[in-house]
């Protein structure tokens, strides 16, 4: 159970990662170079398969379809696309394998046959670059706060109205005017007397 599992996660990350890298340059070849061993025999032969063209091994009929690079200035990483076929009762061919192979990790997207397995090597020939779209970050939509209908419904943050009823409006406040204070009356000034003049008494009576 545990290696089901872990096969699993290891097939999920190289589906991941193939995602990836087809966002990435990568070159794009004329010839795939593969291994296939003969479990019977024991014999592992290496042959190359042209792009489109079918080439026999044992009784297996292998048609390579890509076969994929990364340029030297990136991580390598080697895929090809194949189709195997297998000729059965009244010479009609069955579909065994259809799918990727990874040159990095040649058992985990392999073919799985009683006899035969193949697996990819190398792409060679190919010089052009092409170059893969790179994504963009997705635009989040502008934030709207426009006016709303009566029937939009509520957001967090929204004061609502109790249901069955209009919000009752704050009660009047009276308020008194103002009034201007009344301005000061000046208080007549009291003349003091005139002081009595002084007689010079330094006279004898």
Request: with cysteine; glycine share 8%; hydrophobic share 35%.
């Amino acid at each position: 159970m545990t290696f089901g599992w872990t096969r699993a996660a290891l097939v999920l990350a190289s589906l991941l990662g193939s995602l990836g890298a087809a966002q990435a340059d990568r070159i794009k070849n004329p010839t795939a170079v593969f291994s296939g061993l003969d479990k019977i025999t024991g014999r592992i032969v290496s042959f190359e398969v042209a792009v489109d063209e079918t080439v026999q091994f044992g009784a297996l009929q292998v048609t390579a379809r890509v076969c994929f690079t990364k340029p030297p200035t990136e991580t390598p990483n080697t895929t090809s696309f194949i189709e195997v076929d297998e000729p059965g009762s009244e010479g009609k061919a069955k579909r065994v394998f259809s799918g990727w192979l990874f040159a990095a990790s040649p058992g985990l997207h392999g073919l799985e046959h009683p006899v035969y397995d193949i697996w990819l090597v190398d792409c060679k020939g190919g010089t052009e670059v092409i170059a893969e779209p790179k994504e963009t970050p997705e635009e989040l939509p502008p934030i709207q706060d426009a006016a709303r209908g009566p029937n939009d419904p509520a957001r967090p943050g929204d004061i609502t109205t109790p249901a069955g009823g209009t919000a009752p409006r704050p009660p009047a406040v009276e308020t008194a005017p103002l009034r201007q204070p009344a301005p000061q009356q000046r208080q007549p000034q009291r003349r003091q007397p005139a002081a009595a003049p002084v007689i010079n008494s330094d006279r004898p009576n």
